[in-house]
């Protein structure tokens, strides 16, 4: 009788559907390491370790950028938009401000001819305080509305984001280090 009992709880278990999971605000739809960035062909962020850590190091005297590719999760909602949380340290800065911006490409299905960039306009973080010890981590937030502010990417749809160091216009000095980047919906 258990031999029984026990196979038809196996059987529903194996055989029920489980309910689709949609992503909520706040939630986290994608992760991404220095190890996962794709070069540009110049004034490029460089890998780098620091305490064995994979770190990628922005110039601050030149506008750097990394360039991350996904595909946007069909668990996002489409409604709101992303936040980017960048988590950086500084190689030896203990003051002054550091800007980031990012911008997203859509790829998409036959959107764009990927021969050229066709990055949508930057959103950016301006005059953020750099931690008062180097290599204390710092996470900042840039926030895009669903839609043209995010390049429209959809659902299921490839896409590239660009990471810049805006070093022109912030006055720390030496590298800024970039940990993770964590793309949320809003």
């Known amino acids: 009788m258990r031999r029984i009992a026990a196979l038809a709880l196996l059987a529903f278990l194996v055989l029920t559907p489980l309910p689709s999971v949609r992503a909520a605000s706040g939630d986290t739809l994608l992760i991404f390491r220095p190890q996962d960035n794709e070069p540009v062909a110049s004034d490029f962020a460089t890998l780098d370790t620091r305490n064995l850590h994979p ?88 926030t895009f509305t669903d839609g043209a502010d995010m390049d429209s990417v959809a659902v299921g749809e490839g896409f590239r984001m660009k990471v810049i160091r805006d070093a022109t216009n912030d006055d720390a000095t030496g590298d800024a280090e970039l940990r993770f980047v964590e793309i949320k919906e809003t």
């Open 55 to 142: 770190v990628l190091d922005f110039d601050a005297t030149t506008n750097e950028s990394a360039v991350f590719s996904a595909i946007m999760p069909r668990s996002y909602a489409a409604t709101t938009g992303l936040t980017v949380f960048i988590h950086y340290a500084l190689t030896s800065a203990t003051s002054g401000t550091v800007d980031w911006d990012v911008a997203f490409e859509r790829i998409g299905d036959q959107q764009l001819d990927i021969d050229a960039d066709s990055f949508a306009a930057v959103n950016s973080v301006d005059n953020t305080t750099v931690p008062g010890a180097t290599g204390d981590v710092d996470i900042v937030s840039i």
